[in-house]
């Protein structure tokens, strides 16, 4: 007979999980592995949320196996070590972010790049190594091998550097990867939410100009004065999109509903680049005019690998740089998703885990 | 006033959106002291041409004297001219002019400049307008004059002027020039045949993709492709999906993007170099999973025609055409609507164009 999640691992674990597509979270009693040599075992003090737990737990990809236990962007102290645990030791603060697993023999694992692993895993809702599902970080506590879990930096926040764990990898890699870090070139920013308002951040650390492009013009004083971007520009006003065009030279495109990309691709220079971070549920439309004229490129990028997450938090905690968010109780879960489903946020919600979560 | 033009010069036009051509007397400016005179001896027929003749992207001002993979033998130099001489063998390609001062002409990439001049077409910068490769002669600035190499054959040459460039240059840009790399080349045509040969004598893997079997012969026996893949195979595309670093997209007619995503490997780089009128359906998972790119290109500077035409040279490479006579044009043209030509035709304007009908 199967086993439930309550016993098919040895140590009896609380959380808080969707069931079904209505995405509505609720205690659940499940259980963990016990620590293996190379694991870390974490207790966690928080836990950011982000749109893909409110896109996993109402099944919008189809692919969600219930019962969700959302969470990737967890920070908390270990609380066991395995024998073979060379980086951490118990007390350390730590990291985990959006994967737990990959087949560590393969190019991409090699390369650093377990993001890219074929055979990667993620924090929740996937299947472990051991054949299991994986439960995230909304939960007590969580097992990890230890190349997935990072050292949380001296002097970052562990409630607002939580959400690096995704939203910062996920602009800081292609931000690197396209050559995004010379000082005096000109980003803009689609989008100010929980991504977009990381990507502010670390592109003024990077010495870049940045414009954030959005449709709320309301936005505008929050993005200059509080975020310190340079410029604001609204897509629904024309002059000032068209005063814009051709005038910068990457575009980190954090939108996640279907856009317009035309207006977008008009205002890179030549040979710029517009990198699509969101994860919108249908195709985009692409206007093949504007890449051939300008040798302009739409590229994407999915969080980052271990290396280059540690690189990124050890940056941001060099450069101040925390998320700016909105602490909340376990129990007040449902009504964030409800707000974050309506971007009612700035700019992401963290969960105090470690004070809230007890069982009923 | 309309300034005056001092040699006279005939050819072919489309004089509306009919794209029919016919002869057409005009002239040309005197040979400037930086300008190259030639002869026209080939022009190879580009799709662009039945675009503009046509007035399908709305921009295509009559008479229109078509013509950018133009061939031929110097006449005359102007008094600064250093690089060529009288009977020198001199190609032209899509692009007459730019403004020199941008950063895109300072980077040797002319053909992104936003004061670029084509060659047919456009206004040139003594507000004339510029007449293309389908007439007896053209006068050009230096700059934008190519050597066409002793070995190459002009015939088969001209076509390289336009469609070799415009695969030559993002395989160059994109580093899907190295030996031993995978690149898939969507569509057999003008374009695509011209980037099987290229892409082979780079050392790299050639995988042909198109919609039909019928190709397949061609592009594996005649051509040197590796494989051929027919796309809407689903089979053949699943057991190719992750393998290419590369793939240039030569097709113009709208089509799916995801299947040809699914053929790259990881941080594999997608160019388009041929131009959908509509948008097409771009999806973002591949290019967020696989961190893929998708890009287009468009020709090529000056400094990367002359490489391109060089490389040629040293590997041999011409395209595969069919050579007509002027008279035949519109029937050309009739059949390049429906990619009825292997693979360019080029119109041997020397020997066949005339004066008088």
């Known amino acids: ?360 | 006033m309309e300034k005056v033009l001092e040699k006279e010069a005939y050819g072919l036009a489309a004089k509306d959106e009919s794209g029919v051509l016919s002869l057409f007397c005009f002239s040309r400016r005197e040979t400037g002291e930086k300008d190259v005179r030639f002869k026209v001896l080939f022009c190879g027929i580009c799709h662009t041409d039945l675009s503009m003749a046509k007035n399908e992207w709305g921009f295509t001002t009559y008479p229109l004297v078509p013509g950018h993979e133009i061939v031929g033998v110097v006449t005359e130099v102007g008094a600064k001219v250093t690089k060529f001489n009288t009977g020198d063998k001199v190609g032209v390609g899509y692009m007459s002019g730019s403004c020199r001062s941008c950063e895109n002409c300072s980077d040797g990439v002319e053909n992104y400049c936003p004061k670029m001049i084509l060659t047919s077409g456009a206004k040139d910068f003594d507000d004339t307008m510029t007449y293309g490769g389908y007439s007896d002669h053209m006068v050009c600035a230096e700059d934008f004059v190519i050597r066409i190499p002793e070995n190459l054959p002009l015939d088969g040459a001209a076509p390289l002027l336009c469609a070799g460039v415009t695969v030559y240059s993002p395989m160059k840009y994109y580093g899907l020039n190295k030996s031993g790399m995978h690149i898939g080349v969507v569509g057999l045509g003008g374009l695509g045949h011209v980037g099987v040969k290229f892409a082979k004598a780079m050392g790299s893997k050639v995988t042909v993709i198109s919609t039909s079997e019928r190709k397949r012969d061609e592009a594996i026996n005649r051509l040197g492709a590796d494989a051929f893949l027919v796309s809407r195979n689903s089979k053949q595309m699943e057991d190719a999906m992750g393998t290419m670093d590369g793939i240039i997209d030569t097709v113009s007619a709208t089509h799916p993007l995801l299947p040809l995503l699914g053929l790259l490997k990881n941080k594999g780089k997608f160019v388009m170099v041929g131009a959908p009128a509509e948008p097409l359906e771009l999806p973002v998972l591949p290019l967020i999973f696989g961190r893929k790119m998708v890009t287009g290109s468009m020709v090529g500077g000056i400094k990367e025609t002359q490489e391109m035409v060089d490389f040629a040279g040293k590997h041999n490479i011409t395209a595969d055409i069919e050579l007509i006579s002027a008279d035949y044009i519109n029937t050309a043209m009739e059949r390049l609507a429906k990619a009825d030509v292997q693979y360019r035709f080029v119109i041997d304007v020397a020997n066949t164009l005339k004066p008088n009908p």
Request: hydrophobic fraction near 35%.
């Open chain 1, 1 to 360: 007979m199967a086993k439930s999640p309550e016993t098919e691992h040895p140590n009896k674990v609380f959380g808080w999980a969707a069931r079904d597509k209505s995405g509505l979270l609720s205690p659940f009693h499940f259980s963990r592995r016990d620590n293996g040599e190379n694991d870390v075992t974490v207790k966690i003090l928080y836990c950011g949320v982000c749109h893909t737990d409110l896109h996993t737990i109402k099944n919008d990809w189809g692919y969600s196996f219930y019962p969700v236990v959302p969470g990737h962007e967890i920070v908390g102290i270990a609380t066991k070590v395995g024998k073979n645990v060379t980086k951490f030791k118990e007390g350390d603060r730590v990291g985990v972010g959006v994967i737990t697993g990959s087949c560590q023999s393969c190019e991409s694992c090699d390369q650093d790049l377990e993001n890219y692993c074929p055979e990667m895993a993620f924090t929740y809702n996937a299947i472990g190594s051991d054949g299991t599902k994986n439960y995230g970080g909304y939960s007590e506590n969580i097992v990890v091998d230890q190349r997935f879990v990072l050292r949380f930096p001296e002097g970052l926040p562990s409630d607002s550097g939580a959400p690096l764990l995704c939203a910062g990898i996920t602009v800081y890699s292609p931000m690197k990867y396209y050559n995004m870090t010379e000082a005096g070139k000109h980003l803009g920013v689609a989008g100010l939410g929980g991504l977009g308002h990381v990507a502010v951040k670390i592109g003024k650390a990077f010495g870049l100009k940045v414009t954030v492009i959005s449709s709320s013009p309301d936005k505008e004083d929050e993005a200059i004065n509080r975020l310190g971007a340079d410029s604001f520009l609204v897509t629904t006003d024309p002059r000032k999109m068209k005063a814009a065009i051709g005038t910068m030279d990457f575009i980190i495109d954090t939108v996640s509903a279907v856009h317009a990309l035309y207006p977008l691709l008009g205002l890179l220079k030549v040979n710029g680049k517009l990198i699509t971070l969101g994860l919108p549920d249908k195709p985009l439309e692409l206007p093949i005019f504007p890449l051939v004229l300008g040798r302009k490129m739409v590229g994407g990028s999915d969080v980052g690998g271990m290396k280059e997450t540690q690189e990124m938090l050890d940056f941001c905690a060099k450069h101040n740089i925390t998320a700016d968010i909105e602490l909340i109780k376990m129990d007040e879960i449902n009504s964030a998703m409800e707000r974050l489903a309506k971007s009612d946020v700035r700019y992401r919600f963290v969960i105090d885990v470690a004070n809230s979560l007890s069982p009923p």
